[in-house]
Nanobody, 123 residues
């Protein structure tokens, strides 16, 4: 099994930056794809960015050019660098991992999830 723990959330003003981290542990050799998702109260979970074992990345349109997903395979850490933050980026951000060859932005295709970290962007 794989366990995921997110960190790095917080409060920031619009235009600022944050970096989220996700530490993976357990059977990390089995992971093919990791990603970041976000959710606000009353709405469904949204795919933000994913990365596979070949470092191929996918971004949702609203964050492309502002967010960068990356991974440190030696340390089993997933990152999300968030720049030029907007108030609409406010959400709980979740790290996810999966073993299958799909690495898109559909939350339902991911089987392992962290507990989430809150990001609040104020105007």
């Amino acid at each position: 099994q794989v366990q995921l723990v997110e960190s790095g959330g917080g409060s920031v003003q619009a235009g600022g930056s944050l970096r989220l981290s996700c530490q993976a542990s357990g059977d990390t050799y089995s992971i093919y794809c990791m990603g970041w998702f976000r959710q606000v109260p009353g709405k469904g979970r949204e795919g933000v960015a994913t990365i596979d074992t070949d470092d191929y990345t996918t971004y949702t349109d609203s964050v492309r050019g502002r967010f960068t997903i990356s991974q440190d395979n030696a340390k089993n850490i997933l990152y999300l660098q968030m720049n030029s933050l907007k108030t609409e980026d406010t959400a709980t951000y979740y790290c996810a991992a999966d073993r299958t060859s799909y690495c898109g932005l559909r939350p339902t295709d991911f089987t392992t999830w962290g507990m989430g970290t809150q990001v609040t962007v104020s105007s």
